[in-house]
């Protein structure tokens, strides 16, 4: 009995695919899946040229049809209906899981991707629409898709994330290179020695007088121990220790949010 099938693509493999139903693993089974892929590709590639206007390559689709192909191929059941029948879905939804995994370049929820699809598909309903030339307004396009204002604000916002422009890209007509990263902020170096200065401020105002000179000698005059000692007139190992200590106690103060640290008694 003859198979009825809804396209001139679809060869008769019905015997074809029994026999490898019956055929266990190895190089006679890999041959029967080539001669039934290579049958079928031509319907495979047919289903790919329905999504060439989605901006991808033809070349790319037709590869993620095929794949999709050689798993149904490999999965069908003979005795549980056409081949056809089976085929089309499988194919089918390999290629729309390549578009929602692998060509978003900013990645958003399920339910956004959704609406951008059914934005752009009533937006280009309308425009085919005759004596509509104009650009659909929002309202058109809520009302053509069935959806609300806020859904096709969101789904227009997706439109803009399918595709990313690179930090390179660059802005306006101008010969001067500029680029969209020459209008990101840096991290400015100044800013950090700002906040230690500030974070420090409560722990030097604790210290007694003849401590914050010491520290200005060293730290700001870059004067060695030794100088620091003579000036101050005391050993070189107590202008150590008083450092040290001194250093322990502004650290402190800017750790606990300027809390006073008073030398002890």
């Not at 809804?6 to 008769?12: I, L, R, T, V």
């Not at 081949?83 to 089918?92: D, H, L, Q």
């Amino acid at each position: 009995m003859s198979t009825h099938h809804s396209h001139h693509d679809a060869p008769e493999t019905q015997n074809t695919f029994v026999l490898l139903s019956g055929t266990p693993e190895g190089r006679e089974r890999d041959l029967l899946v080539e001669e039934l892929v290579e049958a079928w590709l031509p319907m495979a590639h047919r289903l790919a040229l329905k999504y060439r206007n989605k901006g991808e390559s033809t070349d790319d689709l037709k590869q993620v049809a095929a794949l999709g192909l050689v798993k149904a191929v490999e999965r069908y059941e003979p005795g549980r209906g056409a081949f056809e029948s089976y085929a089309v879905p499988t194919v089918t939804g390999e290629l729309r899981r390549h578009f929602r995994d692998h060509t978003w370049d900013v990645r958003v929820p399920r339910r956004v991707q959704d609406l951008r699809n059914k934005v752009r598909v009533a937006r280009r309903e309308l425009l085919d629409q005759p004596g509509h030339a104009s650009e659909p307004n929002d309202e058109d396009i809520a009302v053509q898709a069935d959806l609300t204002l806020d859904e096709v604000h969101d789904g227009q916002e997706a439109m803009e994330s399918y595709n990313s422009l690179s930090l390179e890209a660059e802005l306006g007509t101008s010969a001067d290179g500029f680029s969209l990263a020459d209008t990101l902020g840096r991290r400015e170096k100044a800013y950090d020695l700002v906040t230690d200065r500030e974070a420090a401020k409560e722990g030097l105002r604790s210290l007694p007088e003849r401590e914050r000179e010491i520290l200005y000698l060293r730290y700001f005059e870059d004067m060695t121990q030794a100088g620091i000692a003579e000036r101050v007139g005391c050993s070189q190992m107590h202008v150590s220790r008083l450092i040290t200590k001194s250093c322990e106690r502004v650290r402190a103060g800017a750790v606990h949010g300027g809390e006073e640290h008073r030398p002890a008694a």
